[in-house]
């Protein structure tokens, strides 16, 4: 088979050149730090190492890049299980039930159960890369604004799914992060709405508010309990999962790294979205999707294989057409270019070897991510055995450094403890907070998708069920929104008395 | 706060608990009136096939009215839930909580002044003490040591300029 031949070609160039291994090994483990620190994701690490590939040769400066790339995708996964900071705005999707796995005293499976799945999502999604390039390409040329809008419709309908024990209380925030989201400048005309004269509030300050509303809230709610604030954190415990546990969790895995491949190739959909949507996808399909939100492993494993599975989708829309699947693959079309390289189906003919040996240095880098993230857990557990009165105002100090580096602006700060305030107010009266963080994500790609699909159709609404893929997005959507409160129905409680999860939350 | 759905049918609502759901639901409600009402000054847009800037944001807020009421009435429905007093050790310390607030505006204020390392030092010695240790010297060193390790990782493995305080500039 000719890929299988030019990818064993490639793995031979690639052995004859060590120091892009090491380059890759480089990459790969700064790439989790820096997916690890909150307000750090991969875009700025894969943007911060550019300049150094200048002088290297393609291979190496493109490894290295990869390596950060695929590793801080994993990176945000650590934290947030550990200490419900998520790394990255993907990561918000594993802190859910990672977190509550970590309270259970069950980390260490989970930070296991992520780095295997991250593994598995990613190496797949290479694969897929490889060998399906030329096929699923046409595929992202398919979608324009119209499907895109119904995608991010689809991915605000699973609002329904992550809202906990009260859907209205859900919807507020969902709704309520929506209108945070129309805080900034106009997507058509540049008017900036609600930002009171504030130019830094320009764009949606979406990572201050992520960081508040997770991370400084929790740190606020630890405060609160004497108990708590001498004790231990929590225990790591083991950190591989048994077979029986990973075998049931295996379809999970391959259904949200296809989800992830999928969602990838869509220009502008990256890996957040495809966390939250294979979460969703997974609760659908689980024989017990009540434990989901209570610390499920199969949760874990759905976000981080839906994360990493992405990788290989946004890299091919990027290779095969010359579009960029995401931010960070837009910053490497920047790092090809500089290369010499255009993107684009004759990159494929004219440097078929070096393409191979990049696919095979991929392959490398998520064995070098695997082995270098199962070797650091142990040592990252240790945070856990921190004392609270360490560790809670170390998380605190590492909020206000973590968003201070976004932007080099204290302003954003400010932004990220009127998020933890509010988030701590939120949690104690049971408002979930991460539909606030799903409609920030999703917000600003519906209504921008929107209002282009409305130009670019004369201003007809018929673009919303004359386009195949639109119509089944939307309809998938309803469905996505109403089956809860169906359920409920049907169950003959309706919607749970508001306030009920408050009175269990004090206990 | 769990995701977690509530056991059981229609648990009782304290009373503190239907005060506060009813005061953030009129919270809510109110931001959301104030969003339609400065929405109404955006300007209209130039192209005749765009809804305009305001057209979402006053969705978004109608929507919010919306279930906000549908909120507000369910609270007000619910049955009262029995009284039960919390032993005074497990009350949790809500004072510590202002103070844990207050001394994180206080270090963002600051960071401005005296920069990062004075800021954050200070900030951290503060937050061990008020969470219990009572070994002063203890603190400060492991204030001292964090707030080094973090400026180490930020500023220079990562490159990223911490303040430095415009007191020092």
Same mark, same amino acid.
């Given at each position: 088979?000719?890929?299988?031949?030019?990818?064993?070609?490639?793995?031979?160039?690639?052995?004859?050149?060590?120091?892009?291994?090491?380059?890759?090994?480089?990459?790969?483990?700064?790439?989790?730090?820096?997916?690890?620190?909150?307000?750090?994701?991969?875009?700025?690490?894969?943007?911060?190492?550019?300049?150094?590939?200048?002088?290297?040769?393609?291979?190496?400066?493109?490894?290295?890049?990869?390596?950060?790339?695929?590793?801080?995708?994993?990176?945000?996964?650590?934290?947030?299980?550990?200490?419900?900071?998520?790394?990255?705005?993907?990561?918000?999707?594993?802190?859910?039930?990672?977190?509550?796995?970590?309270?259970?005293?069950?980390?260490?499976?989970?930070?296991?159960?992520?780095?295997?799945?991250?593994?598995?999502?990613?190496?797949?999604?290479?694969?897929?890369?490889?060998?399906?390039?030329?096929?699923?390409?046409?595929?992202?040329?398919?979608?324009?604004?119209?499907?895109?809008?119904?995608?991010?419709?689809?991915?605000?309908?699973?609002?329904?799914?992550?809202?906990?024990?009260?859907?209205?209380?859900?919807?507020?925030?969902?709704?309520?992060?929506?209108? $945070?989201?129309?805080?900034?400048?106009?997507?058509?005309?540049?008017?900036?709405?609600?930002?009171?004269?504030?130019?830094? %509030?320009?764009?949606?300050?979406?990572?201050?508010?992520?960081?508040?509303?997770?991370?400084?809230?929790?740190?606020?709610?630890?405060?609160?309990?004497?108990?708590?604030?001498?004790?231990?954190?929590?225990?790591?415990?083991?950190? !591989?999962?048994?077979?029986?546990?990973?075998?049931?969790?295996?379809?999970?895995?391959?259904?949200?790294?296809?989800?992830?491949?999928? !969602?990838?190739?869509?220009?502008?959909?990256?890996?957040?979205?495809?966390?939250?949507?294979?979460?969703?996808?997974?609760?659908?399909?689980?024989?017990?999707?009540?434990?989901?939100?209570?610390?499920?492993?199969?949760?874990?494993?759905?976000?981080?294989?839906?994360?990493?599975?992405?990788?290989?989708?946004? $890299?091919?829309?990027?290779?095969?057409?010359?579009?960029?699947?995401?931010?960070?693959?837009?910053?490497?079309?920047?790092?090809?270019?500089?290369?010499? %390289?255009?993107?684009?189906?004759?990159?494929?003919?004219?440097?078929?070897?070096?393409?191979?040996?990049?696919?095979?240095?991929?392959?490398?880098?998520?064995?070098?991510?695997?082995?270098?993230?199962?070797?650091? $857990?142990?040592?990252?557990?240790?945070?856990?055995?921190?004392?609270?009165?360490?560790?809670?105002?170390? !998380?605190?100090?590492?909020?206000?450094?973590?968003?201070?580096?976004?932007?080099?602006?204290?302003?954003?700060?400010? !932004?990220?403890?009127?998020?933890?305030?509010?988030?701590?107010?939120?949690?104690?009266?049971?408002?979930?907070?991460?539909?606030?963080?799903?409609?920030?994500?999703?917000?600003?790609?519906?209504?921008?998708?929107?209002?282009?699909?409305?130009?670019?159709?004369?201003?007809?609404?018929?673009? %919303?069920?004359?386009?195949?893929?639109?119509?089944?997005?939307?309809?998938?959507?309803?469905?996505?929104?109403?089956?809860?409160?169906?359920?409920?129905?049907?169950?003959?409680?309706?919607?749970?008395?508001?306030?009920?999860?408050?009175?269990?939350?004090?206990? | 706060?769990?995701?977690?759905?509530?056991?059981?049918?229609?648990?009782?609502?304290?009373?503190?608990?239907?005060?506060?759901?009813?005061?953030?639901?009129?919270?809510?409600?109110?931001?959301?009136?104030?969003?339609?009402?400065?929405?109404?000054?955006?300007?209209?847009?130039?192209?005749?096939?765009?809804?305009?800037?305001?057209?979402?944001?006053?969705?978004?807020?109608?929507?919010?009215?919306?279930?906000?009421?549908?909120?507000?009435?369910?609270?007000?429905?619910?049955?009262?839930?029995?009284?039960?007093?919390?032993?005074?050790?497990?009350?949790?310390?809500?004072?510590?909580?202002?103070?844990?607030?207050?001394?994180?505006?206080?270090?963002?204020?600051?960071?401005?002044?005296?920069?990062?390392?004075?800021?954050?030092?200070?900030?951290?010695?503060?937050?061990?003490?008020?969470?219990?240790?009572?070994?002063?010297?203890?603190?400060?060193?492991?204030?001292?040591?964090?707030?080094?390790?973090?400026?180490?990782?930020?500023?220079?493995?990562?490159?990223?300029?911490?303040?430095?305080?415009?007191?020092?500039?």
């Amino acid at each position: 088979m000719y890929e299988l031949d030019m990818l064993a070609q490639g793995a031979q160039t690639l052995l004859n050149q060590p120091f892009a291994l090491v380059l890759a090994l480089l990459g790969v483990t700064l790439g989790i730090i820096i997916g690890a620190l909150p307000g750090l994701t991969a875009t700025m690490g894969v943007a911060i190492l550019l300049p150094f590939t200048f002088g290297m040769d393609p291979v190496s400066g493109l490894l290295m890049i990869s390596g950060v790339f695929f590793g801080g995708v994993y990176g945000g996964s650590v934290t947030a299980i550990l200490l419900k900071i998520p790394g990255t705005p993907a990561a918000a999707a594993t802190a859910m039930d990672g977190f509550e796995l970590t309270k259970k005293g069950q980390a260490g499976i989970a930070l296991g159960t992520a780095t295997l799945s991250s593994f598995l999502g990613g190496t797949a999604s290479v694969l897929v890369l490889i060998f399906l390039a030329p096929v699923l390409a046409g595929f992202a040329l398919e979608f324009s604004a119209s499907e895109s809008f119904a995608l991010a419709v689809f991915g605000l309908s699973i609002i329904a799914s992550i809202s906990g024990a009260s859907v209205i209380k859900g919807l507020i925030a969902g709704f309520l992060g929506l209108l $945070l989201a129309t805080v900034g400048l106009d997507p058509m005309g540049g008017f900036p709405r609600y930002t009171g004269g504030y130019t830094e %509030l320009f764009n949606v300050p979406f990572i201050p508010v992520m960081i508040g509303l997770f991370a400084a809230a929790e740190a606020f709610k630890s405060l609160e309990d004497p108990a708590v604030r001498t004790g231990m954190a929590a225990a790591l415990g083991r950190i !591989i999962p048994p077979w029986s546990t990973f075998r049931r969790i295996l379809g999970t895995i391959v259904r949200s790294t296809g989800l992830g491949v999928v !969602i990838g190739i869509i220009p502008g959909a990256g890996a957040d979205i495809a966390a939250f949507v294979a979460y969703n996808e997974a609760k659908r399909f689980s024989k017990t999707p009540e434990n989901y939100g209570k610390g499920e492993l199969a949760a874990v494993a759905a976000c981080e294989s839906g994360a990493n599975g992405c990788t290989g989708g946004a $890299l091919l829309t990027m290779l095969t057409l010359g579009i960029p699947g995401d931010a960070v693959t837009a910053v490497m079309l920047g790092a090809l270019t500089l290369q010499g %390289l255009q993107p684009g189906p004759l990159l494929f003919k004219d440097h078929a070897d070096l393409v191979f040996t990049l696919f095979a240095g991929m392959l490398v880098c998520y064995v070098m991510m695997l082995v270098v993230g199962l070797a650091s $857990l142990r040592f990252m557990g240790r945070i856990l055995q921190m004392p609270k009165s360490i560790l809670t105002p170390a !998380i605190l100090a590492l909020c206000i450094v973590g968003t201070f580096a976004i932007n080099n602006s204290l302003f954003d700060v400010g !932004i990220m403890l009127a998020a933890g305030v509010i988030g701590y107010f939120m949690q104690k009266w049971d408002f979930p907070a991460s539909p606030v963080v799903l409609a920030l994500i999703m917000g600003p790609m519906a209504e921008a998708s929107f209002r282009r699909a409305l130009s670019l159709s004369n201003g007809s609404y018929d673009f %919303l069920y004359t386009r195949p893929i639109t119509a089944v997005l939307l309809l998938v959507a309803a469905f996505t929104l109403l089956l809860p409160l169906l359920r409920r129905l049907k169950s003959g409680g309706g919607a749970p008395p508001a306030g009920q999860g408050a009175v269990e939350a004090t206990k | 706060m769990s995701h977690a759905p509530a056991p059981g049918g229609k648990a009782g609502l304290r009373p503190q608990d239907r005060i506060a759901t009813l005061v953030i639901a009129g919270l809510v409600a109110a931001v959301a009136i104030a969003a339609i009402v400065v929405a109404q000054d955006f300007p209209a847009t130039t192209l005749e096939t765009d809804v305009g800037p305001a057209r979402f944001p006053i969705l978004y807020s109608i929507a919010l009215l919306v279930l906000c009421g549908i909120l507000a009435i369910n609270t007000l429905r619910a049955p009262s839930a029995p009284r039960a007093e919390t032993p005074a050790a497990e009350r949790p310390s809500y004072g510590a909580v202002a103070l844990g607030i207050a001394g994180t505006a206080a270090c963002l204020l600051a960071m401005d002044y005296v920069g990062y390392g004075i800021a954050t030092g200070v900030y951290l010695f503060g937050l061990m003490t008020l969470m219990g240790r009572r070994n002063l010297l203890m603190n400060a060193v492991i204030a001292a040591v964090l707030t080094a390790a973090i400026y180490a990782t930020f500023a220079y493995a990562l490159s990223v300029p911490l303040p430095m305080g415009s007191l020092f500039e």
